[in-house]
């Protein structure tokens, strides 16, 4: 069963080749998206050297590192479950011998290699050389934040899963979709850091998984976060990967039960 697994992972590999028209744009998207905030925290910057906590050198290099980790995270598996559940094809997936949040947890993550071999590698070092990005240079601060770079994957896919299982309950959940993208993407800290939050906000940040996924693995690569800070902050994602866990099976559990297909 776990070669099958692997299988999965392999396929959506070789299936991301397929696009490589989408896979070049998206280079040149993100780095986009990195100079224009780049110049935006400049502009906010002026004369000052720190703000929230960051330096002007630290904020470039979370800019940076923050929307390549995204291309690696970043996938559509609540799309492709609701999409799956609209159309009936999720009613085959159960009688087939493997678990169907897995094998969607493997395409994502074959999606995801293929984004970190082929796109945040490749970007991060058009970004080196186009900004004024730096790279740490203490080997334990790689290490962890590859780990986390992981944990920021199944965390994500864990929120977007629990997102697409959500269509087993509603006929269509395109809005929340949407609303939970917005969610992340601004709670994670990818748009603006945590620490410039208001006070109450940042606060209640804390108790949320959406800093596990961005803010914490940047924090931690830029200098921000070392030595037994990165335990820490490595603790709060293995916790909230195993609290996402609960909901998921939950959910899994009772949709089995109330499979009802639209049109299909």
Known sequence: MLSAYLDFIRIRFLMMLAYRVNYYSGILIYTLNIGVYYFTWQAIYGSQTVLGGFTVDQMTTYVAVSWMARAFYFNNLDREIANDIRDGSVAIQFIRPYNYVIVKMMQGLGEGLFRLILFMGPGMIIAC????????????????????????????????????????????????????????????????????????????????????????????????????????????????????????????????????????
Not at 134 to 161: E, G, V, Y
Not at 178 to 199: A, Q
Not at 229 to 248: D, S, T
């Open 129 to 264: 050389i186009l900004f004024p990005v730096k790279l740490p240079t203490d080997p334990a601060a790689w290490t962890a934040f590859l780990f986390m770079l992981l944990m920021s994957f199944l965390i994500n896919s864990q929120i977007n899963i629990f997102t697409g299982l959500l269509s087993f309950f509603v006929e269509n959940n395109e809005g929340m979709m949407r609303m939970k993208r917005v969610l992340v993407d601004l709670f994670s800290g990818v748009i603006v850091p945590i620490t410039l939050f208001p006070g109450w906000l940042s606060g209640i940040m804390k108790f949320l998984p959406f800093q596990a996924i961005t803010f914490l693995p940047s924090s931690v690569f830029t200098g921000r976060i070392q030595g037994v800070g990165i335990w820490h902050v490595l603790g709060i994602q293995l916790l909230w990967f195993a609290i996402l866990i609960i909901p998921i099976l939950l959910m899994w559990r009772q949709a089995r039960h109330r499979l009802f297909v639209q049109g299909g």
